[in-house]
């Protein structure tokens, strides 16, 4: 029977760690007009998807359903339930099984190669290892132009650098720069007055950044996080130190678990279906609910949001 009209649907985000993963097609109370889920394990993410012979590749199609989830790494896969058009339902109980967690070598992530290239006056690009200083209290120098270089990155997460310079020619703001590329100037006797290194990307969270810099005229700055801003106080101020360091976060060292998500009723403020007990090990079975009930008659559904 082919579906019409317009079609109702749900996006839901789930948690996979490194390992392969079943991901199982449970059952419906909708039955024989089961809500179809497609599963998108995003773009540079490391995860690949297996389906039986015959079936879906990226869409688990009725009850009874399987596909396996094979991570590199920990990764967001995205499930998409579609009804039988507008008013369809889109309950449907699916799971998410552990069959092989990481081996030994890969239980701990590999340590950030970070490095900075900084354009120095009267010296030119000079390269600095991560946790050192570029000048500082001890051999100011002023910083006209920075790039940032993370020899191991992962695919999914990146470092954006974004810099403002004054000179001779006025303020400047640089638009953000990923990683390998230059931010500031050349031979125009520019310094930074300003500076912001900020993680971007689905594995960010696996990061954290710290950072101390110092202008000219000012004391030694401070900061720590997702995103380092770093800024003048006094007009003129050039950057005349900086030191970066770029760490994992210490609970995401080992393998992330499998997160169980819930849809509640609309209307309610928690779910019907209590939460999973968590378990010892890292690596546990999730299930992820979705549930609508018919919409009334006329009404235009809502489009797929990512939770």
Known sequence: MERGGAVASEARVVNVGQGVFA?????????????RIAVDPGAGSGVSLIAAPGRAERELQAPGDCLLI????????TLIASGWGAGGSLDADVTLEPLIGPGPAAMQEAAPALS????????????????????????????????????????????????????????RRFPARPTGAFAGTRGEAAPVVAVEIALSGAGADRYRLAGEAQFLGGPVQVRDGARLRFASSLPGGGLIGLKLELALQPERRRAVAPEAVEVPRP????????????????????RVRHFRPPAPSGDVPPSPAAA
């Open 23 to 35: 991901l199982r097609y449970v059952g419906s109370a909708a039955r024989p007009r089961a809500p």
């Open 70 to 77: 094979r991570a590199e790494r920990p990764a967001r896969v």
């Open 267 to 286: 209307g309610s403020s928690t779910s019907s279906r209590p939460a999973p007990t968590p378990a010892a090990t890292r690596v546990t079975p999730g």
């Open 116 to 171: 900075v290239v900084a354009h120095l006056a009267g010296r030119g690009d000079v390269r600095f290892e991560a946790g050192s200083w570029i000048g500082g209290p001890s051999g100011p120098t002023r910083i006209e132009g920075l790039a940032l270089h993370w020899s191991n990155r992962p695919d999914d997460v990146e470092l954006l650098l974004t810099v403002v310079s004054e000179g001779a020619r006025g303020r």
